[in-house]
């Protein structure tokens, strides 16, 4: 069975990727902060589908407990086919009412966390010449929202050079644009959650997603709200846009 190694992997869009990953017969290696829903999750799994299910503990912002995470994918006896770059958090409030090391942390996940883990499975995959990484990324790497924005964007713009310079070695590379999504990212955050026509169900976000990769996409973006709302974009002015930044943070 191929494996797949998923971070954030015990809520929202990291727990479906995990299921749906499961009810197509991968393996799973499992990656999350919390230890007792890791291990309610994995038990969940293993009964649910019977799968293999692996667990690793740790935090993404620790250096220490992020190279754990990377000698995982980097292991060539037990090779993960599959790396879900998943695990992030948003920031409510906007950039200079944030601590900076809220915002280092931030960055360490967003960006730090996906190059180091990026890197660890380019290097086994590529020399196995086969393997995939998702990164999960978002709408607002197209907007003009602050660091989160940014980062996004950095995750956009390193995934499709990663998907172009590496699929000759047989490796797939591949961003995930979310826009709004009916999980707990946005309560975690103290920011209502919507149930309208711009909230996407998760189970519909990573079939799409898992579709996209299927056929070797770059970008997926899954609904057609959000199609539009990216192709606006490219027409409204920056400045425009940033008056928007209050949506998704009240």
């Known amino acids: 069975m191929p494996t797949a190694l998923v971070t954030g992997a015990t809520a929202g869009i990291g727990h479906a990727f995990a299921v749906h990953l499961a ?7 499992l990656v999350a902060r919390d230890a007792t829903r890791l291990d309610q999750v994995a038990a969940d799994l293993r009964t649910a589908h019977g799968v293999e299910v692996e667990v690793l503990v740790a935090d993404l912002v620790e250096p220490d407990q992020l ?3 990377e000698a995982r994918v980097a292991d060539r006896e037990r090779a993960v086919d599959l790396l879900v770059n998943n695990a992030g958090f948003g920031l409510k409030k906007r950039f200079l009412d944030n ?11 967003l960006v730090t966390a996906v190059l180091r883990l990026s ?24 907007l003009p929202r602050g660091s989160y924005s940014a980062a996004k964007a950095w995750v956009n713009s390193f ?4 998907a172009h310079e590496y699929r000759g070695q047989g490796v ?29 169900d998760v189970d519909f976000l990573v079939e799409k997603a898992l579709e996209d990769f299927a056929k070797g996409r770059v970008l997926s973006i899954p609904g057609a709200q959000y199609k539009t709302v990216i192709a606006l974009t490219r027409l409204v002015p920056n400045r ?10 009240r």
């Open 172 to 200: 797939t590379v591949m961003a995930l644009c979310p826009g709004f999504t009916k999980t707990e990212f946005h309560e975690r955050m103290e920011v209502k959650r919507g149930d309208g026509l711009m909230w996407l």
């Open 159 to 162: 995934s499709e050079w990663a």
């Open 23 to 29: 009810r197509r017969g991968h393996d799973l290696v």
């Open 119 to 142: 890197h660890a499975a380019l290097g086994a995959m590529t020399e196995r010449g086969s393997g995939g990484i998702i990164n999960v990324s978002s709408v607002a790497a197209f």
């Open 67 to 69: 190279a754990r995470v």
């Open 240 to 249: 425009a846009l940033q008056a928007l930044q209050s949506i998704g943070r």
């Open 99 to 109: 601590p900076v090391e809220t915002e280092e942390a931030m960055l360490a996940v």
